[in-house]
């Protein structure tokens, strides 16, 4: 429906003058178009005649009535009505033989229907969850592992090239932390030596006696004599393995949550390679980088930030922004069109240095954005439960897919904006009712398999395109919902919010469950049954498609 009246608004707007359009935009930017909250308003609305006012120098409310107008003398059976409605919202109310011609152009077109090539071939490197090698992964890793990936599948689909990173952070103290956590946990545990003094800014979880009880890190052991030797003595051999075996941990994790990288860049490749001199020296050349008070600082007011930064400090050391500027080169040297990284929300402060980076390599401000991921409440019966990193306390993303599934956590991870905070009860998550939203969703799937099997059973034809439709009112709200879904992909595209996906399927699950419980779809009446099976197959690709999107699984029985 969308694109038919995005062509329309296109071909009138021309014939008013405004002439610079390209794929459906004027020179205010792209017309909207948009769902009215209350449906008795009409199918689709845009505000397009208040945008124009201005430009064309005239009140919002005669413009709309000029569209209005234009578009109704040219339009053949399309709308039932069209009003002018407010300060100038043109509201459009399409003809039942549009909506079925539509139905059938779904069924017909599967996924093809609810794409478009957006994207047009543009790269997208897309970088997410990178957390520390220094632990498991816990529930804002996750949040930030189903946010990614659902944008990932999202961009993927609408046209874009893109390629998905885990950025690791192999290098710094963190891992010298974790490497001498480890060490200490061995000599107190399998050397009897309990009082070894443990790091007091160490790691203090149970994965640190698990890390040190590994096959190859008991190898290790044997081969160095650990319970006679000084943690000075080991510590590279130490810290690389210990990263290592937790990194494996951390894939293994994101494996059974569903999420496979196409590449996983060190931090500490990036300064044996030389990267990280060579990228300061490039922008050092290009006037960006100056040394001031015995220290080198990347000029980044030059964009937009507050302040320069330091890159290398008056003692000679790299600081953690001189490898993120070779990083974000390196992004940039692949080819890539547009970087989109995802951050914990605790990262606020380094948008604007990052930006101001990949500006002064040549990317425009534009094609580089942050999504913020905020932490995740873990409740148990409404109880929060506590998580904290270094007492070794916190829940970890394994523990939550154990007990509730990967498809319920990444769905539940979704079920907010990004960068807004989620609270997750563990036990509603459990629950086979409504108050779990993926099973409510899932459960709309595996309802409308069972009635196409059924109608399979009894020999009805459940292939047919079905010629002769007739949906009554209640059929005909869940047939508009449908329609609106390539609608709400363009939207979540346009603006990286894979969550309203799953905004979109709650609404669309909360209109079929009613429904199937007001209405037999197979009856004696055989339109209507032919009907409804069209409406219930169009409902069942929407759900399917729009779970996979989300790396969820769509059963057929539940």
């Known amino acids: ?18 002439s610079d359009l390209e794929n459906g935009q004027s020179p205010l930017g792209p017309v909207d178009i948009e769902v009215p909250r209350d449906e008795n308003l009409g199918d689709l609305s845009t505000p397009v005649a208040m945008r124009l006012a201005r430009l064309l120098r005239r009140g919002p409310k005669l413009i709309a009535t000029e569209i209005r107008d234009r578009i109704m003398s040219k339009q053949d059976g399309l709308f039932d009505r069209i009003e002018v409605a407010g300060q100038g919202f043109i509201n459009f109310v399409f003809s039942k033989g549009v909506l079925y011609s539509e139905l059938k152009a779904l069924l017909q077109e599967g996924s093809s229907y609810f794409v478009e090539d957006i994207g047009r071939g543009k790269r997208v490197q897309l970088e997410f969850v990178s957390a520390n090698p220094t632990g498991p992964l816990h529930l804002g890793h996750g949040r930030g592992a189903a ?16 390629e998905r990173e885990y950025y690791i952070n192999d290098a710094g103290v963190q891992i010298q932390k974790l490497g001498q956590s480890v060490f200490a946990r061995y000599r107190q545990v399998q050397c009897g ?74 931090e500490k490749a990036l300064y044996e390679s030389g990267a990280v001199q060579a990228a300061l020296e490039h922008l050092k050349a290009r006037g960006l980088v100056y040394e001031s008070e015995g220290a080198h600082w990347f000029r980044s007011t030059a964009f937009g930030d507050d302040k320069d930064r330091v890159v290398i400090k008056q003692d000679g050391q790299y600081t953690y922004f001189a490898s993120d500027i070779a990083y974000h080169k390196q992004k940039l040297d692949r080819g890539f069109d547009e970087v989109i990284d995802l951050w914990g929300a605790d990262h606020h402060g380094y948008i604007a240095r990052v930006s101001a980076v990949l500006q002064g390599l040549g990317l425009p401000a534009r094609s580089f954005k942050v999504l913020l991921i ?30 509730i ?33 993926v099973y409510y969703v899932q459960y709309a799937h595996a309802r409308i398999n069972s009635i196409i099997q059924k109608a399979a059973e009894l020999g009805l034809d459940v292939d047919s395109l079905y010629s002769d439709l007739d949906l009554n ?59 409804r099976l069209a409406l219930c197959k169009a409902l069942k690709a929407v759900i399917s498609h729009g779970l996979g999107l989300l790396g969820v699984s769509s059963p057929e029985r539940m």
Not at 147 to 162: D, R
Not at 476 to 499: F, G, I, N, Q, V
């Open 374 to 403: 905020q932490l995740v409440n873990l409740l148990r019966n409404g109880k929060p439960v506590q998580m904290s990193k270094r007492a070794g306390e916190f829940v970890t993303l394994r523990e939550v897919m154990d007990e």
């Open 1 to 18: 429906m969308e694109k038919t009246l995005r062509k329309l608004l296109k071909e009138t707007l021309q014939e008013m003058g405004v």
């Open 405 to 437: 599934g990967p498809d319920t956590t990444k769905f539940l991870f979704l079920t907010r904006r990004h960068d807004t905070p989620l609270d997750i009860d563990i036990e509603k998550a459990k629950a086979q009712t409504a108050d779990n939203p």
């Open 147 to 162: 946010v990614g990936i659902a944008l990932a599948n999202l961009l993927t689909a609408m046209g874009y090239q893109v």
């Open 473 to 531: 009112e209640d059929e005909l709200r869940l047939l508009k919902k449908a329609l609106t879904y390539p609608m709400l992909l363009r939207s979540a595209t346009l603006t990286s919010e894979p969550h309203r996906i799953a905004f979109y399927l709650q609404e669309l699950a909360a209109l079929f469950h009613p429904y199937y419980h007001r209405h037999r779809v197979i009856t004696e009446d055989k339109q209507a049954t032919y009907s």
């Open 193 to 266: 030596q309990s009082d070894y003094p443990f790091p007091e800014d160490g790691y203090r979880g149970e994965y640190i006696a698990e890390i040190a009880s590994q096959p190859e890190f008991l190898a290790l052991v044997r081969q160095y004599r650990f319970c006679e030797t000084d943690y000075n003595e080991v510590s590279a051999v130490v810290n690389e393995l210990s990263c290592s075996l937790m990194l494996r941990e951390i894939k293994r994790d994101l494996e059974d949550f569903g999420i496979v990288f196409d590449s996983w860049q060190s």
